[in-house]
């Protein structure tokens, strides 16, 4: 099992930044990839970004830019550095893991993801 706790979300006005946080425990044998997921009230969960053991990294066309993921492994944390923030990026922000290989083009799809945290609220006012 593998446990996962955000932090960091919060409110801000546009043009602003927000820096969220993941921390891991428990069992996570490489390869796996780390992302973080958003969703709008009304709206599916979509994929922001993702990192991998192996260093790929992919980032959704809406928030190239000006979100960057990074993570520290010594200390387990995945990281989402949100700047320029719009409106359209407030929703309830997941950290979620994927234990095992992956296609590339699969890293943004939330079905490969195998565990997921409880959620961190952005919210981006105009």
């Known amino acids: 099992q593998v446990q996962l706790v955000e932090s960091g979300g919060g409110s801000v006005q546009a043009g602003g930044s927000l820096r969220l946080s993941c921390v891991a425990s428990?069992?996570?044998?490489?390869?796996?990839?780390m992302a973080w997921f958003r969703q709008a009230p009304g709206k599916e969960r979509e994929g922001a970004a993702s990192?991998?053991?192996?260093?790929?990294?992919s980032i959704a066309d809406s928030v190239k830019g000006r979100f960057t993921i990074s993570q520290d492994n010594a200390k387990r944390t995945l990281y989402l550095q949100m700047d320029s923030l719009k409106p359209e990026d407030t929703a309830m922000y997941y950290c979620?893991?994927?234990?095992?290989?992956?296609?590339?083009?699969?890293?943004?799809?939330?079905?490969?993801?195998?565990?997921w945290g409880q959620g961190t609220q952005v919210t981006v006012s105009s």
């Open positions: 428990g069992v996570m044998t490489r390869p796996y990839y």
């Open positions: 990192i991998g053991t192996d260093a790929t990294i």
């Open positions: 979620a893991v994927a234990l095992g290989g992956r296609q590339r083009w699969l890293l943004l799809q939330a079905p490969e993801y195998n565990f």
